[in-house]
């Protein structure tokens, strides 16, 4: 492996990296579930393509690398199907999108669980 590949695979794999934190960090601050999914998976599914294209790079052949990046299109496939599946038993359940009411305190703006 020459030098400027693993340069690159490392950049990918710190770039994956922060992608899965900022995911996180949006998991936390984001004020309801909608939101919350929405900076999960997206954050999640680049990150951890960012990831296996990086560790790709570091694979011993052909055969490898493609194992590694097929593991990403399952991931991609499965997370967009949860990502369904959890936004539409939300919607079931009546919980409703967070919408911003300017002059609201933060308390004020979330919706009492029942």
Aim: net charge neutral.
């Amino acid at each position: 492996m020459t030098e400027w590949h693993e340069a690159l695979s490392h950049l990918l794999i710190v770039a994956g990296a922060l992608f899965f934190l900022t995911g996180s960090l949006g998991f936390i601050r984001f004020p309801d579930v909608f939101t919350r999914l929405h900076a999960l998976t997206k954050a999640d599914n680049l990150g951890l393509g960012l990831l296996c294209s990086g560790l790709a790079l570091q694979a011993g052949g052909l055969a490898e690398a493609a194992k590694i990046m097929l593991v990403w299109l399952l991931v991609l496939l499965a997370s967009g199907i949860g990502a369904t599946l959890v936004a539409s038993t939300a919607d079931a359940c009546g919980i409703r999108p967070w919408q911003n009411r300017t002059g609201a305190s933060r308390e004020a703006r979330r919706e009492p669980h029942e």
